[in-house]
């Protein structure tokens, strides 16, 4: 595997990431971005399509597990309660060390385990530094001029795959 942030897989949202799919490519672990792959930033709660989308990969026999870049814990763990999944806050990724100790806890492999975010430089490097399989999906919502600009430096890499 190249270490170079190419994405694996693109899908156009999180819930065209099926359990099918998962279970297809021998995943145990889906480990999920919150901002912008989950749900937009600034939402509280789940939507009802993902909570369904959540339950049926689970229901497939794929552990969920968020792990988010943000510091806003009462918002994370909102999110993770309502989805009935674990979480780990304030990731810092592209570092590998949190979807490590995710992978640790839960006893899987990196090779049965996928990383599914919207950002190049943070989750799908991250994924790649953890020897997980990085799956990109589009942002939910681009509202800031500072985020856009930061998907246009990305779109080298979006356009590609690394296979
Ligand atoms: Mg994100």
Same mark, same amino acid.
């Given at each position: 595997m190249s270490f170079l942030p190419f994405p694996e897989y693109k899908f156009p949202e999180l819930r065209d990431i099926t359990g099918d799919f998962l279970i297809e490519k021998g995943v145990e672990l889906l480990m999920l971005d919150l901002d912008n792959t989950v749900a937009p930033y600034g939402a509280e709660t789940p939507s =009802?399509?993902? %909570?369904?989308?959540? =339950?049926?990969?689970?229901?497939?026999?794929?552990?969920l597990y968020i792990i988010s #870049? $943000? !510091?806003? =814990?009462g918002r994370v763990k909102a999110f993770a309660q309502a989805l009935g999944v674990p979480?780990? %806050? !304030?990731?810092?990724?592209?570092?590998?060390r949190k979807p490590r100790e995710a992978m640790r806890a839960l006893n899987v492999k990196p090779e049965n385990a996928v990383l599914a975010g919207d950002q190049i430089y943070t989750d799908v490097l991250s994924a790649k530094l953890a020897g997980v399989t990085p799956i990109l999906v589009k942002p939910i919502k +681009? $509202? #800031?001029? /500072? %985020?856009? +600009? !930061?998907?246009? %430096? =990305?779109?080298?890499?979006? !356009? /590609? &795959? $690394? &296979?």
């Open positions: =009802e399509p993902v %909570l369904r989308w959540a =339950e049926s990969v689970r229901a497939a026999g794929v552990g #870049n $943000s !510091r806003k =814990e979480y780990i %806050l !304030r990731a810092k990724k592209p570092s590998p +681009l $509202s #800031n001029p /500072l %985020l856009a +600009l !930061r998907y246009v %430096l =990305e779109a080298p890499f979006r !356009r /590609l &795959r $690394s &296979r």
